[in-house]
């Protein structure tokens, strides 16, 4: 039998360099070199210099919220939140989200209560939530993934009810607005990541965004141990500062931010369109939010109907040179550190489980265009096709357990 896949027929990839998941826009060289060489002129590298100042004021007036404060990257920004928030105990959080979250509540002593997903948007089940709070829980962490949005308006009336903070992680979600209100302002504060992978990059950055005076002026002073602005009373401090040549590109990304998502639009379209007629292959729609940055391409795939199951499709993609991959796996409550327990916590949340078990996400981003997004869903096509033979050959050839 001919094989149009290369892992199988053995001819070059489809694609000579590899595809990955997170593709960076980066600026033009020649704005990159001229605002690198400000940076040398002024002799000014970090601690709030005008470039991060900039950044700020320019990052509040697009998200529509008082505060911006820029940090090192959204890791310590979820740290620093969870800290001036003053919480105690435990805060619930999805399970399903980078590690990240989870860490940040355990660098301030709190403890995770992991919270299911509802299958549709991978966002958090609002209802299993609800059935979550106790005594002891403070605060309620959301994640806005994949370019949409939690219910903000069912969460914050959940939080309010209970006497407890909502803050949210949306490194996913700059450029994301529910009903034309700009994600940055929900909840007591919101994180955003700025990682090369995001459709705001600094390189590595990320920012807190709050309506709070209070939560501002704390968040600025548990950045820096010899912070900026008036001294309030912090219990701890760090070192979350962004460096100059950080805001510099973040700035140049905020610049781009619209041709960026006008191009991801496209390409997440190109996907849509022709994911849509693969059985057993779903991709998912921004559904919550007036506007997304499409930054992902966040697939489902049901084995029996596709005929393959997903870490075999990725495989095939793999060899390729396609890099999709799981993303988020396992759920944080089956990642070191958090996994003491997994089974019984587990029980609890049979849709992380299954998402963790169905979810991938293909290219998208700087490195290719919508013929090379043709190519990509023409091998899926195909794999669903010819799903049969190809699994009779890797269960042959102990491609895949
Ligand atoms: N909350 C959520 C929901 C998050 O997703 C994240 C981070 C955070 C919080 C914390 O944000 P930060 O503290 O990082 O600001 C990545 C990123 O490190 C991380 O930012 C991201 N989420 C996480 C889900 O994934 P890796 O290990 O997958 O990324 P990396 O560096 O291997 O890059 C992936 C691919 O992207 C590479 O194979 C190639 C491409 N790439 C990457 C870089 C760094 C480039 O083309 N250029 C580059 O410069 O972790």
């Known amino acids: 039998m001919s094989y149009d896949f290369r892992l199988i027929s053995g001819r070059a990839p489809t694609f ?36 991060v100042q900039k950044l700020e004021e320019e990052l509040a007036r697009f998200l529509k919220v008082k505060h911006v404060i820029c940090v090192t990257n959204a890791t310590i920004g979820l740290m620093m939140v969870a800290d001036a928030l003053r919480l105690t105990g435990k805060v619930i959080v999805p399970s399903y989200t980078f590690v990240a979250t989870a860490q940040s509540l355990k660098w301030c002593g709190l403890t995770p209560v992991f919270c299911d997903i509802d299958p549709e948007s991978q966002q958090i089940d609002i209802d299993a939530a609800a059935l979550l ?9 959301a994640v806005n993934l994949w370019g949409d949005a939690c219910d903000t308006g069912a969460l914050q009336a959940l939080a309010d009810a209970n006497g ?3 803050y949210f992680d949306s490194a996913h979600a700059f450029g994301v607005a529910i009903e034309n209100v700009p994600i940055a302002g929900f909840g007591r504060a919101e994180v955003f990541s700025f990682h090369a992978t995001k459709v705001l990059s600094a390189g590595e950055g990320g920012c807190v965004t709050t309506n709070d005076d209070n939560v501002a002026a704390r968040l600025r002073n548990i950045r820096s141990s010899y912070g900026a602005g008036p001294t309030v009373p912090v219990v701890k401090t760090s070192n979350g500062r962004m460096s100059e040549a950080q805001a510099a590109i973040a700035l140049m990304s905020l610049d781009d931010y619209p041709s960026i998502q006008a191009r991801n639009k496209a390409l997440f379209d190109a996907y849509s369109q022709n994911l849509a007629v693969i059985p057993g292959i779903r991709l998912l729609h921004p559904k919550n939010v007036s506007a997304s940055n499409y930054q992902y391409a966040t ?30 796996y396992p759920g944080t409550h089956r990642s070191a550190g958090f996994d003491g327990n997994a089974e019984a916590v587990a029980a609890r ?45 890797m269960a042959r050839d102990g491609v895949c357990e």
């Not at 700087?366 to 669903?384: F, H, M, T």
């Open 349 to 393: 949340l049979p849709m992380t489980e299954r998402i963790c078990d169905i979810s991938f996400q293909l290219p998208l981003g700087a490195r290719l265009d919508v013929s090379d997004v043709e190519k990509i869903c023409a091998l899926i096509a195909r794999a669903q096709r010819e799903a049969p033979q190809i699994s009779q050959f």
């Open 16 to 51: 000579a360099e590899p595809l990955p998941v997170g593709q960076l826009y980066f600026p033009q060289w020649p704005r990159y070199v001229a605002a690198m060489r400000g940076i040398f002129d002024r002799h000014y590298y970090t601690n709030h210099g005008p470039l």
């Open 299 to 328: 697939c489902t795939i049901e084995p029996v109907e596709f005929g393959l199951a997903r870490d075999q499709l990725l495989q095939l993609l793999e060899a390729e040179n396609i890099l999709a991959r799981r993303y988020f």
């Open 133 to 141: 709070i106790d005594q002891e829980v403070s605060a309620i962490l």
């Open 164 to 166: 407890i903070s909502l």
